[in-house]
């Protein structure tokens, strides 16, 4: 991540502001549906917590990974508002994955490469993953292009079988992929990747 990158969350999770207070809308409805009652999961890019602490509200051991550590400080202290534990982890996703496997690793708002998504699920795990398109311009300026999947470029992730995959304006107002997919037995995720502008 830029220095300025890094400078603007910080600034913004240090004055308290973070992205969000409820989890996504889509996460909430449909892909809870996927995920198991128990195991581990991770938040990439997790920022302040919002979702990591609904899946820890879901009896799931949760860790949050982001690059501010000003935002998983809000993270940790709203967990314990809210009587959950989270486990935090400060990373530059631009740097790659971190190590470890979860059962359920979540991505949301965060262009990520995917191609090697699979060495962080464990074997039967699920990847979510949530991310605004091209299309979203047509009605908000931001996310900038910068930061933006092209539409359609998303038909699926190498090493995982493919469980749920829409794309469109979604229930809170965005244009949006919204994936779910199971990492393959033996699958070693070699090979190209299907998701072209990730």
Not at 48 to 71: F, K, M, N, Q, Y
């Amino acid at each position: 991540m830029s220095r300025a990158d890094f400078d603007k969350w910080a600034s913004r999770y240090g004055s308290g502001r973070g992205y969000g207070g409820a989890p996504d809308r889509w996460l909430t409805e449909v892909a809870s549906g996927f995920l198991p009652a128990t195991g581990t999961a991770v938040d990439l890019a997790g920022g302040s917590g919002r979702h990591a602490r609904w899946l820890a509200g879901l009896g799931l051991e949760t860790t949050v990974v982001d690059i501010a550590p000003s935002g998983l400080a809000l993270a940790e202290a709203r967990a314990a508002e809210e009587g959950l534990r989270l486990h935090t982890r400060v990373w530059d996703l631009d740097d790659g994955l971190p190590d470890g496997r979860w059962d359920v690793v979540l991505a949301s708002f965060f262009l990520l490469r995917l191609d090697g998504i699979h060495r962080v699920v464990a074997p039967g795990g699920l990847f979510v993953y949530l991310h605004p398109t091209m299309g979203n311009l047509e009605r908000h300026p931001r996310p900038s292009a910068r930061w933006l999947l092209e539409d359609g470029a998303l038909t699926g992730v190498p090493g995982l079988e493919t469980l749920h995959l829409e794309e469109g304006w979604g229930p809170e107002g965005r244009h949006e992929v919204r994936y779910v997919g199971r990492l393959r037995e033996g699958a070693s995720g070699v090979g190209r990747s299907t998701a072209n502008a990730v």
